[in-house]
Nanobody, 125 residues
Framework: QVHLVESGGGSVQAGGSLRLSCVVSGLSRTAVGWFRQAPGKEREFVAAINYSGGSTDYANSVKGRFSISRDNAKDTVYLQMNSLKTEDTAVYFC????????????????????WGQGTQVTVSS
């Protein structure tokens, strides 16, 4: 069975930092994406990373503030979020897909097969 479990969310003041973790089990050679959904809005792409960790991509709104990385020995993908803004408030989801193409990742929700349950991030002014 495939499981994705996010953790690390919480409440922080603007300008603060959080690190989200996503543990992926039951799936090998995964590309992973982080997405977020604010109340009343569609789920949007935040960051993505390929299996080796050598390729990453970010939404323009988080470039320079967020960093995605992974530790394959721990089956864990991280999202380091710095200089948080109130507009970063959302439920954050990780998503994964197994791929034979080592460099592959996607910024599209529809390309991912498995999703976690989400973790809430609240940034206050």
């Amino acid at each position: 069975q495939v499981h994705l479990v996010e953790s690390g969310g919480g409440s922080v003041q603007a300008g603060g930092s959080l690190r989200l973790s996503c543990v992926v089990s039951g799936l090998s050679r995964t590309a992973v994406g982080w997405f977020r959904q604010a109340p009343g809005k569609e789920r949007e792409f935040v960051a993505a990373i390929n299996y080796s960790g050598g390729s990453t991509d970010y939404a323009n709104s988080v470039k320079g503030r967020f960093s995605i990385s992974r530790d394959n020995a721990k089956d864990t993908v991280y999202l380091q979020m710095n200089s948080l803004k109130t507009e970063d408030t959302a439920v954050y989801f990780c998503a994964a897909r197994s791929t034979s193409r080592g460099r592959w990742y996607s910024t599209s929700r529809s390309d991912y097969s498995y999703w976690g349950q989400g973790t809430q991030v609240t940034v206050s002014s």
